[in-house]
């Protein structure tokens, strides 16, 4: 429905001051105070002056604007308040939802509006056919709106998935480039350079012992692979010599390397 155009006297007047009147009237000011206060207003006269012959409003002027244009505002009032309550919902939805995107809370927000619209004419009696279709059309744009809401949610989880696959792949390729960096930095030391790198930090008796390890698997290596066969389960790991505390040799591996 479209609004009614009013070209009264007080339709006239400034937007704001034409809100003080109103609200004015809402808290029960009486007739003859508001007449006083409109005609001590400049930019009211100037209205007066220009469009009615400086005519000034009167208690009756004000009993038409209570009948029309203030009915008009209180209306608008409502639907202002109306609008508010909803945002404070949606705003309440979104803090449940945290971090929730920002196309997915301005949707949430959007179903929450549809949704009190259809409320408010489910409230009223359906007395025409033209209320049953909006019905009809708002509950088909609900459901269309979800629709949208789930490919979106779709979406989004396929993107991060992906994004999580790249970055598993983008890890694994910087872990080959650098064990590659690594190699190719040793093959460029001499023997000498590695062995310094690695027992600077020791002290002589785990320096002994690394020497004599570096011995005996060098050994190891000009005999040949060893043979196939079973475990001895009461054979154990020698353990990597170069990691702190942990340098503990079999004493019969040093006699032999001795």
Do not use: C
């Not at 007739?31 to 209205?47: A, C």
Request: hydrophobic letters at 35%.
């Amino acid at each position: 429905m479209s609004a009614i155009t009013r070209n009264g006297k007080i339709a006239r007047l400034p937007k704001a001051i034409r809100d003080r009147l109103n609200q004015q009237m809402r808290d029960g000011v009486p007739g003859k105070d508001l007449v006083r206060w409109l005609s001590n207003l400049n930019e009211v006269q100037d209205v007066l002056l220009q469009h009615f012959n400086a005519h000034q409003i009167t208690e009756q002027n004000l009993s038409e604007w209570r009948q029309g244009g203030y009915q008009d505002w209180l209306a608008h009032q409502d639907r202002l308040d109306w609008i508010r309550r909803i945002s404070d919902e949606a705003e309440d939805l979104a803090a449940d939802a945290g971090l929730m995107p920002w196309m997915e809370r301005v949707g949430a927000t959007f179903e929450v509006i549809l949704g009190k619209v259809v409320e408010q004419q489910l409230s009223k009696p359906i007395e025409s056919p033209e209320q049953l279709q909006q019905l009809i059309e708002l509950s088909r744009e609900i459901s269309r709106h979800r629709r949208l809401s789930q490919d979106a949610a779709r979406w989004r989880l396929h993107q991060e998935e992906r994004q999580s696959k790249q970055n598993s792949t983008l890890d694994e390729k910087i872990m080959d480039a650098r064990q590659q960096a690594l190699m190719h930095v040793v093959r460029r030391w001499s023997q000498g350079d590695i062995e310094k790198l690695i027992t600077q930090s020791m002290d002589p008796e785990q320096k002994a012992k690394f020497d004599a390890w570096v011995h005996k698997l060098t050994r190891e290596y000009l005999e040949g692979p060893p043979k196939p066969g079973f475990a001895d389960p009461s054979d154990e790991d020698d353990g990597d010599p170069t990691e702190s505390d942990s340098i503990r040799p079999d004493p019969a591996s040093f006699s032999e390397a001795a």
